[in-house]
């Protein structure tokens, strides 16, 4: 059984910083690439940063500069760290993994760790 056990969230002042981990059970996540999407009460689900199995990284303009993500294969865990944190940057964050593989399509998500930045 795949498992994907986010946490590290919480609330915090504007300008503040947080670190969200997530703990992967049931699969090597060397073969997957590994994202944090976050989703705000009323917004879509969107894609927040990126890392691919071969160690790209990218993100979505909005928290360039201020998210770095990462990841450790042998701990099975990925990282986001959240810097200079703002009000928009509120909302519920998944961690995700995906992986094509003959054909195939592999998603798994997390449960999600609430965000909540104060102005």
């Known amino acids: 059984q795949v498992q994907l056990v986010e946490s590290g969230g919480g609330s915090v002042q504007a300008g503040g910083s947080l670190t969200l981990s997530c703990v992967v059970s049931?699969?090597?996540?060397?073969?997957?690439?590994m994202n944090w999407y976050r989703q705000a009460p009323g917004k879509a689900r969107e894609l927040v940063a990126s890392n691919a199995a071969l160690g790209v990284s990218t993100y979505v303009d909005a928290v360039r500069g201020r998210f770095t993500i990462s990841r450790d294969n042998a701990k099975k865990s990925v990282y986001l760290k959240m810097d200079r944190l703002q009000p928009e940057d509120t909302a519920v964050y998944y961690c995700?993994?995906?992986?094509?593989?003959?054909?195939?399509?592999?998603?798994?998500w997390g449960q999600g760790t609430q965000v909540t930045v104060s102005s």
């Open positions: 995700h993994a995906v992986r094509l593989w003959k054909g195939q399509a592999y998603n798994y």
């Open positions: 049931g699969i090597r996540i060397n073969d997957y690439g």
